[in-house]
């Protein structure tokens, strides 16, 4: 499945410092996106938030 997707951001409020964070990005809440989605900002993938959360919780 190809997941890969042109994302175009309003960078209005944005802050400068975000492009240049070595953590990931993550972004809900974007229109378009069904809410069981988030936007990983580095990579411009668009994953699940199911396999966000199975995977950063095993951090915690």
Do not use: C
Request: hydrophobic residues 35%.
């Amino acid at each position: 499945m190809d997941n890969y997707s042109h994302v175009k951001l309003n960078k209005l409020y944005w802050r400068n410092f975000i492009d240049y964070m070595s953590f990931p990005v993550f972004i809900d809440n974007l229109n378009g996106l069904e809410s069981d989605l988030l936007y990983w900002y580095q990579e411009n993938k668009i994953i699940k938030r199911s396999e966000f959360i199975d995977k950063y919780l095993k951090y915690t």
